[in-house]
């Protein structure tokens, strides 16, 4: 915990700098949410169902409440940079590891944070915005696991729409998985902001840690199993795309507390593997500054 400390305060001291360098802002937030969802898998990462949980760092990425936080730096000119993290409730060092030491059981020990650092330039062409983004992941005690990944985004109105692109293979993805989005933010009454989010993927079938191969040993998997990370299971084979999420939310701050209350509807799709995910309701309390 203390390097993880040491390493937020170094973000926010660096992007405070810059805000008052010249005309930009600089805005920050801490977060408790009830459960970590990634990108609305919220059951299994693997071929079947049901997932084994955190505890044998499967999905959710925490099942029990978990603090986030992060900061953002935009400048009037279109530019922005970003740093959010987040608590998981498994070692993404212990999983990695796996890869090759399929000895290795325990995926408790060393938990990791996760931490994404984007940037990039927001355009306007009339009505019609523009992102042009990258974003870094690096996961404290992690391995195999950090990557970058592009984001190309437009918006009209209440509506925007997004495709993130990884660039190399991890254990949670393949080189060439794309993630669309097409969202809806509207304001209601009593300061209510609505949101909707629709998510798809499309998938690079084979990867390193991910596809129909246990890379490592060179062996194909048999009839009916898939490669996910450290070994073959029984269960989906790899599909090329599939819808993954459609996420309901609303938000309202508490007062002039600088508290905002936060509840959100997940409606799962589907993993990689084809494997339906569970649909969850998760609430959030922040802290904004």
């Not at 997004?162 to 993805?173: C, E, N, S, Y």
Request: net charge neutral; charged share 15%; glycine share 14%.
């Amino acid at each position: 915990m203390k390097m993880k400390a040491i390493t937020s305060a170094a973000i926010l001291s660096l992007l405070a700098g810059a805000a008052l360098a010249d005309d930009a802002t600089l805005t920050g937030h801490v977060d408790l949410t009830s459960k970590y969802i990634l990108r609305g898998i919220s059951s299994t990462y693997g071929p079947s169902k049901p997932g084994t949980g955190n505890a044998n760092a499967d999905a959710p990425e925490s099942e029990h409440p978990v603090l986030q936080w992060g900061a953002d730096w935009t400048h009037p000119d279109g530019f922005y940079a970003g740093y959010w993290a987040s608590q998981i409730n498994y070692s993404y060092r212990q999983l990695g590891k796996s890869y090759a030491d399929r000895s290795i059981t325990d995926f408790q020990h060393d938990k990791s944070v996760e931490n994404d650092f984007y940037g990039g330039y927001n355009g306007k062409l009339g009505e019609v915005g523009y992102t042009l983004g990258l974003t870094g992941y690096y996961y404290l005690n992690g391995t195999n696991s950090n990557a970058f990944e592009t984001k190309l985004g437009i918006s009209y109105g209440p509506f925007s729409a997004a495709a993130q692109t990884l660039l190399k293979d991890v254990i949670w993805g393949n080189k060439g998985d794309t993630y669309w989005t097409l969202n809806y933010t509207q304001p209601l009454p009593a300061d209510i902001t609505f949101t909707a989010s629709l998510g798809y993927y499309t998938y690079k079938k084979e990867g390193r840690y991910l596809g129909s191969t246990d890379t490592f040993a060179g062996l194909a998997c048999g009839a009916g199993t898939s490669f996910l990370v450290n070994g073959c299971f029984a269960g989906g084979t790899p599909k090329s795309s599939g819808f993954r999420h459609l996420v309901i939310g609303f938000t309202q701050p508490i007062g002039n507390s600088g508290f905002t209350w936060g509840l959100q509807g997940l409606i799962g799709g589907d993993n990689r593997f084809g494997v339906s995910q569970d649909s969850r309701v998760s609430g959030t309390l922040s802290y904004g500054f």
